[in-house]
């Protein structure tokens, strides 16, 4: 398994301006992930983050909204750019190891937008 | 469109009872469920996983169920404990990315 931080672990931004997340893993891993959690809902992937090359994005998400980078094996981020209220939301990020289905999770970060 | 959908949003069982979590899918192609356990304030948990080509996974307290022609999986939780109460995921996927349930709050009671 691996151990997943996230950093801030919440935040209360105001509207119209950006938030980095910050995602850091113990040890190597061949995937990650961002997903969105919002109230009441359940766990929706926002992009694959790519080691070295762009992010892989799902539909109704788009990098202009949502950069995404990932410099290494270990480490990666997720801004949510330009902030509405409708941004309110958990973000977590997760790894996989090897082939396996099986993805590990960070604690997340809750965010608000006033 | 709701891939993976978990009808019960909570459930309710004593202490020592068994508990029974359902989950259904719409997409065939899906190969692989796991089952999440995730507590207040922190991340998931991952639980247990089933391959498609089963019907049956233990571990310990745990057992998953799948059964494909209904397109339906179980996880079943004996004996419950205090400490399982939690939201409760389940997750299918057909490639490295995983769909997830709506979740299933349970709460075990003394």
């Known amino acids: 398994s691996a151990v997943i931080s996230q950093k801030p672990s919440r935040d209360i931004c105001q509207r119209g301006t950006s938030l980095t997340i910050q995602c850091q893993v113990d040890?190597?891993?061949?995937?990650m992930f961002w997903y969105r959690q919002q109230p009441g809902q359940s766990l929706t992937l926002i992009a694959t983050a790519n080691q070295g090359s762009e992010a892989t994005y799902e539909s109704g998400f788009v990098i202009d909204k949502f950069p995404i980078s990932r410099p290494n094996l270990t480490f990666s981020t997720l801004t949510v750019s330009n902030m509405s209220p409708e941004d309110s939301s958990i973000y977590l990020c997760?790894?996989?190891?090897?082939?396996?289905?099986?993805?590990?999770f960070g604690p997340g970060t809750r965010l608000t937008v006033t | 469109d709701q891939q993976v959908k978990q009808n019960s949003p909570s459930l309710s069982v004593q202490e020592g009872r068994i508990s029974i979590l359902n989950c259904d899918y719409t997409n065939s192609m899906f190969d692989y469920f796991l089952w999440y356990k995730k507590y207040p304030a922190e991340g998931p948990t991952f639980l247990i996983s089933i391959s498609s080509i089963k019907d049956k996974n233990e571990d310990g307290r745990f057992t998953v169920f799948l059964n494909k022609s209904a397109k339906h999986l179980s996880l079943h939780i004996v004996p419950s404990q205090p400490g399982d109460s939690a939201v409760y995921f389940c997750a299918a996927s057909a490639t490295d990315k995983l769909i997830f349930g709506t979740g299933t709050r349970l709460q075990v009671f003394p």
């Open positions: 997760s790894a996989a190891m090897g082939v396996s289905y099986e993805q590990y």
């Open positions: 040890s190597q891993v061949t995937m």
